[in-house]
């Protein structure tokens, strides 16, 4: 019997990714889609960005935005994160935001919703700012922390803060497709009125017998730290915990101590985790020099505080590129991927991850690893 | 103490006060930079694009005004007028890319936004230099050694004498014409302008030692060719075939004026180009320096003879966009790498800093700067013209 013929991969590109390498030529050295971009930026290819169509505030430091993302977008599995390019003071940022939204929304939209956190310039910057016919460049959809396809499990959601994003938008899905399990969901939160997307929770707690939604209010009652996580506070809310399988989300101390609950009950292959990375390094208070890793090189060594991050490379026998050593040519530029540096000239230290660094000038604060 | 042999009457310690003086204005700025400058290079961007690819269909809009086709308007000063729009148009936007975008972009002066559109490693310009050799000749070999003969290719470009510390040859004699062919093909200039080819018409290399690098720059001559005398000019021919068969206008014609459109366009950029990039270190008054002079250079000293060595022109605010800021070539050669739109507002600060200190500060017309150049261009085609590898203690006259 013949097999119908099966395009090879990456054999036949498509009739628009063949004009437009036509067009190119007359776009070089841009491309087509730089052009396109000024009509409308939905359309382009040579980055994905979205625009910013509804801003609506959830709590008094949350707020949801609903995102129209461009042609380029596919769709994603409830649960899983994006990253959101966003720029502040005239920089740019990047920040992983979880879809809050279910995959089978109508308008081909999707939702992040970003709760304004101490500190965290971005989030409020996010909160406070953006406006509605912004374009934010965005990634595709990614992450494993969506509820698998095919076999009918009993969830048992734990999420605290923010941390519903992906529990809501799993739920929403479920209930969207018409095949919602029996579910349990505990959510913690400071007070009442500090709930992230609180009413939809309770509406949907109203209207699927199947959902069981718990929220604790973490700051209330007379003895608060009765309301926080526990293996009886769980007998009592869902006494067949032990039987479901657990979704988490939420700040590190609430994971840890699901995590050991879990473990101690035998039942740890049952749980799935999504965890918050903090994107920033301590600054040490008192930054000496450190550990100096150049990944690509897989070299490691120590560099003090004040020589020069390449020469630190070039003692240790690496040959990075390099051109004025003075800070004036950026032929040195290169990536932190984790870590502290400070920049010799003005003191500024650079610890996220992503930054450019200027080997010839900056030196190691404190461990770090740059992409050389 | 004095033990520097540059020709200003200042100690030691007063040179490195001053550098310190421009250390903190440039930490001033740069502490400052924030979303009007985002704002600034995001709408020249955007302006430039638009005006480039609107030039482009004003080049074919004009097409339909040629006699042949026997409407009212269809006549050659309506079609010439239009032409000629397009091709201003289109002028500006190569001027605007190279310039005020690219030039600054791939200087890093917007590397600080981190926007990964917007990159000094990833930037690529419309002009047949590829960006990563010219970062290489201008952003490390000229930045850094400014006007210091022997290691600062830019003095002369290798063809011509623009200092008396070169010493004469009788080739010097033609350079009045390299430098109008200089002008005329400025783009091709820049990109052949590599110490690699320099060293091979001198007879160090071989030519299979860099063919790597032609090949590089090869490619990028051969995607600038086929864009502007290609592409445009076919794909308007194309349509012009059966159009030909209902208006009497050959197609060839057709691609010719596309094809010759572009070619004044890109004529207008390396004349405009040449023109700024030759008042920044070639007008009277600019000072050259010797290997011994930067021998254990500082901070300090290598700001003091970015600034002896570097020429501002006065003029506008467009003026200065359209000269991609090089107008202020003294505040750039100071600070490289600070975006471009600040230039303007730092400049007084540079100018009275160095009043203070008695350091003088070119800055000039922009017909007494090109005048001043041209002039030297002339009288240095012959031998003689002021004293040959002296470190000089007041301005040289070099008429």
Known sequence: MRQPAQPEPGASPSIWSRLSTITDYFAWPLRTSHYLELVNPLWTTHKLQARVVKVWDETKDARTLTLRPGLNWRGHR?????????????????????????????????????KAIDKGTISHHIVRNIKVGDYLPIGLPQGDFYLPDAQPIQPLFITAGSGITPAFSMVNSLIAQGRLPDTHHIHYAPHEFDVVLGKELKAMDRYNDRYHLHLIYSREGDDPSRNRFSAAQLDALCPDWKERDVYACGPPSLLEAIEQCMEDAGC???????????PFTEVPADAVGGRVRFAQSDVETDGDSDTPLLKVAEEAGMNPPHGCRMGICHTCNTTLVSGCVRDLRTGEVLNEAGSIVQTCICAAAGDCELDL | MKTHQYPVDLTDEQIEEFGNELEAIRNEV?????????????????????????A??????????????????????????????GVFMLGIAKILENMEIAHNVLHAQWDWMKDPEIQSNTWEWDTMSPSDRWMHSHNVVHHTWTNVLEKDLDVGYGIMRVTPMQKWKPAFLLQPIY?????????????????????????????????????????????QVAKDYIAWPLAAALVAIPISFYVSFSPLLVFGIVAGANAVANLIRNIWAFTIIFCGHFPAGAHNFTLEQVEGETRGRWYLRQMLGSCNIEGGKLFHILSGNLSHQIEHHLFPDMCSNRYQEVAPRVRALADRYGIPYNSASLFRQFGTTWLNNLRLAFPGGGEPYEPRREQASQS
């Not at chain 1, 502040?88 to 992040?112: M, V």
């Not at chain 2, 690699?196 to 490619?219: E, Q, S």
Request: aromatic content about 12%; glycine content about 6%; some cysteine.
């Open chain 1, 78 to 114: 409830a649960g899983q994160h994006v990253r959101v390019g966003i720029p502040a003071n005239g920089k740019h940022y990047t920040r992983t935001y979880t879809i809050s939204s279910p995959p089978e929304r109508e308008d081909d939209c999707f939702t992040i919703t970003v």
């Open chain 2, 30 to 54: 740069f502490d400052s930079r924030g979303d009007r400058d985002r704002a600034y290079i995001l709408k020249v961007i955007k302006t430039q694009r638009t005006m480039a690819v609107s």
């Open chain 1, 268 to 278: 740890i292959r049952r749980l799935h985790v999504e965890r918050f990375r903090a």
């Open chain 2, 179 to 223: 430098f109008i062919l200089l002008m005329l093909l400025f783009e091709e200039g820049v990109a052949v302008h590599e110490q690699a080819i320099d060293d091979h018409l001198k007879g160090k290399n071989k030519l299979k030692d860099f063919t790597p690098l032609l090949k590089r720059i090869g490619y990028k001559v051969w995607r």
């Open chain 2, 56 to 85: 482009r269909f004003i080049i074919y809009l004009s097409l339909f005004f040629i006699p042949a086709w026997g409407h009212a308007l269809a006549a050659w000063p309506v079609m010439l007028t239009i032409l000629g729009l």
